[in-house]
Nanobody, 116 residues
Framework: VQLQASGGGMVQPGGFLRLSCAAP????????MGWYRQAPGKQRELVAT???????NYADSVKGRFTISRDSAKNTVDLQMNSLKPEDTALYYC???????????WGQGTQVTVSS
């Protein structure tokens, strides 16, 4: 099972991007959905998560700039990223944490580069 992420790219500082991730319905409906990122030479870190009930959690570094949302009709989770900074440059991964099996599913990663 693989999640399908899209929407990465290159943008100037202060710009915006929107990432989207599609998951199989059987996974999406019983998972906490989220986004993680990994910059070169650094560990993968949590960016944002959203529960089935819509409760969201954000890394301090993105609060007020990024917004996570999920669409149960489409089985997708999006990450709207505004006011992007060079330090947001990383490979972004979509994640589904299955609440019954406790298994993690990952997308293939999509590159976000913030540079002038």
């Amino acid at each position: 099972v693989q999640l399908q992420a899209s929407g990465g790219g290159m943008v100037q500082p202060g710009g915006f991007l929107r990432l989207s991730c599609a998951a199989p319905g059987s996974i999406f409906s019983v998972s906490v959905m989220g986004w993680y990122r990994q910059a070169p030479g650094k560990q993968r870190e949590l960016v944002a998560t959203m529960s089935r009930g819509g409760n969201s959690n954000y890394a301090d570094s993105v609060k007020g700039r990024f917004t996570i949302s999920r669409d149960s009709a489409k089985n997708t989770v999006d990450l709207q990223m505004n006011s992007l900074k060079p330090e947001d440059t990383a490979l972004y991964y979509c994640n589904a944490k299955h609440l019954i099996s406790d298994r993690n599913y990952w997308g293939q990663g999509t590159q976000v580069t913030v540079s002038s």
